[in-house]
């Protein structure tokens, strides 16, 4: 199993330019979620999925949109990109319930983002 | 979904336990307790996890009080490569809070 991959590694995007970033994994997760990571802070959720067809909002969602329209993709899309989301993305998944526990995640290598 | 209060750096020298507290005073009953570790930028690592019993894997064990109201996660020999940031977490996979979590340093 490769995991939970996310490309690309690194992005500098200009403001009001518009980028996906993607997410996929190959553990046939139900649940799917993005993070993003600022300096000297811990991870926020943006948003996530339960599955297939269904997003729901996290703590910092505006600026952000995503759908699932598969169990192993689970796409970020920055609409119109802000100097304000400069930061670390993370894209996680987990099994909903699992003898590991529900809320077990587990997590890509990220994607670093610059907006100038 | 509960707040977690970790201390914000430890450290720990090389061979020894490391014993990371964290408080979830707030944590509600069908609420589990994990532990996640991030080593430099990389994606956070799961570590363990409970609900009201004391846990122990591989990795580390974790004591959660009687009134589940904190855990310590315990490195029973730290080593080099377990210098990371530490992070409790108290919640649903919906509300997932990280905090500033506890930098461990190891040290030779």
């Known amino acids: 199993n490769a995991g939970v991959t996310q490309t690309p590694k690194f992005q500098v995007l200009k403001t009001g330019q518009s980028m996906t970033l993607q997410c996929a994994q190959d553990?046939?997760?139900?649940?799917m979620s993005w993070y993003r990571q600022d300096p000297g802070m811990g991870l926020r959720l943006i948003h996530y999925s339960v599955g297939a067809g269904i997003t729901d909002q996290g703590e910092v969602p505006n600026g952000y949109n995503v759908s699932r329209s598969t169990t192993e993709d689970f796409p970020l899309r920055l609409l119109s990109a802000a100097p304000s989301q400069t930061s670390v993305y993370f894209c996680a998944s987990s099994y909903e319930i699992s003898v590991r526990g529900f809320g077990t995640q587990y997590f890509g290598p990220g994607t670093r983002l610059l907006v100038l | 979904d509960a707040k977690t209060t970790q201390p914000t750096s430890m450290d720990c020298a090389e061979g020894r336990a490391a014993n990371l507290p964290c408080n979830h005073s707030?944590?509600?009953?069908?609420?589990?307790v994990y532990w996640y570790r991030q080593i430099h930028s990389q994606g956070p690592q799961y570590i363990i996890h409970?609900?009201?019993n004391n846990e122990t894997n591989e990795m580390a064990s974790l004591i959660i009080t009687e009134d589940r109201k904190s855990s310590t996660l315990i490195l029973p020999h730290a080593t080099l490569r377990d210098t990371a940031v530490y992070y409790c977490i108290a919640g649903l996979l919906s509300q997932f809070y990280f905090g500033t979590g506890t930098s461990l340093t190891v040290i030779p």
């Open positions: 553990m046939n997760h139900e649940y």
């Open positions: 707030t944590i509600s009953g069908n609420e589990y």
């Open positions: 409970g609900l009201k």
